[in-house]
């Protein structure tokens, strides 16, 4: 039996009920249900994206009712899966489609590869997995699979390294069962050739595996070096008089630009207890009541490791309830969209 044969025998026998797939394996798929399950996937744990997902189709159930959605909607049902660029960009594609495709994604890879938030990858998963195409698809488990299959030195991290992955994915996706074996591709990197502790002696292809062979699995692929930019700041928490609290579109901030998120900025860490001058572009201490320090917490973004401390500020102010800007404290769960700002509502014990 060959290598792709082996694959989709196993796949079929392991393969895992998702909420957006179908039963049948053999089914055509909705390319609306591929391409959202898909954006979420990127970066995030299948756990975490089963909840998110059936959350959001039910209240996004077509590409017409997204693209009607107001920025602030989606980024509400998008809370907790971090990157909120992934979110806009699909709010703005939903739109592009409403508006020249009739609501439909597009027929070909070009016009996919061209709207925002959808690159090879999700191209080539839309085509292959809801259509049925032969399509190739390249992402993070299939590159730890290629390097392993046949002990590649090197990542996809230049277009020479990148084209000879992309030539060993349509080598994979060359036969009319294409859209099996890029799925079970997918689901043998998740479950089975995993980063750390892979379960090799169950996999389909060991056989064929060098790196197992040679039992060098650990050394492929290559480590990926990672530079992180440290950022050290404050959040303020200001809340008025009659329970709201403030939040800004701080088109100053290093890692959340035009999101609706608390005021912070770069504070280096002190003793001092304060009232910071830079806070004052937010709230003029003539209005503030109290505050206080409330601790510190840890948070990564992007390219980003943060390290912020939290100011709680009590105002002397009674906000308007038509203020976009301030948000009951009964409804910040609901409100805010992404998790930098949660981190920092729950040190000041909001």
């Not at 290629?146 to 084209?163: G, H, V």
């Not at 301030?326 to 000041?348: Q, R």
């Amino acid at each position: 039996m060959s290598s792709k044969n082996q694959l989709i025998s196993w796949f079929l026998k392991n393969r895992k009920a998702l909420p957006w797939r179908p039963e049948d394996p053999y089914a055509f798929r909705n390319d609306y249900f591929v391409w959202i399950s898909e954006i979420m996937l990127q970066q995030t744990q299948v756990a975490a994206v089963c909840e998110h997902f059936s959350r959001w189709i039910l209240r996004f159930p077509k590409i017409s009712d997204l693209a009607k959605a107001s920025e602030k909607d989606v980024l509400s049902h998008w809370q907790g899966l971090g990157y909120y660029s992934r979110a806009k960009n699909i709010l703005r594609t939903a739109q592009i489609l409403v508006r020249d495709y009739n609501g439909f994604l597009p027929a070909s890879r070009k016009e996919l590869e061209a709207l925002p938030g959808i690159g090879k990858y999700t191209a080539g998963a839309i085509l292959s997995l809801a259509r049925h195409e032969k399509e190739a698809i390249l992402d993070g488990n299939l590159i730890r699979i290629f390097s392993r299959l046949e002990k590649i030195p090197f990542l996809p991290d230049q277009k020479s390294s990148s084209d000879f992955y992309w030539n060993i994915a349509r080598e994979w996706s060359s036969s009319k069962k294409a859209f099996l074996i890029n799925e079970a591709l997918m689901e043998l990197g998740r479950n089975c050739c995993k980063v750390k502790n892979p379960t090799c002696n169950v996999c389909p292809l060991k056989a064929n595996c060098k790196a197992f062979i040679s039992k060098q699995i650990s050394l492929f692929p290559p480590k990926k070096k990672k530079s992180f930019e440290e950022w050290i700041g404050l959040v303020l928490v200001i809340e008025s008089e009659n329970g709201k609290i403030f939040f800004t579109d701080n088109d100053q901030s290093h890692f959340l630009k035009k999101q609706k998120t608390l005021p912070h900025f770069e504070f280096p860490y002190s003793e001092s207890k304060n009232f910071p001058a830079k806070a004052e572009e937010w709230i003029s201490f003539n209005l503030v009541k109290e505050f206080h320090f409330c601790g510190r917490f840890k948070h990564s973004i992007t390219r980003y490791k943060i390290d912020c401390n939290v100011l709680h500020v009590l105002t002397t102010q009674k906000i308007s309830s038509k203020n976009p800007n301030w948000i009951s404290k009964k409804n910040l769960l609901k409100e805010t969209a992404n998790s930098f700002s949660l981190k920092a509502l729950k040190v000041a014990s909001l």
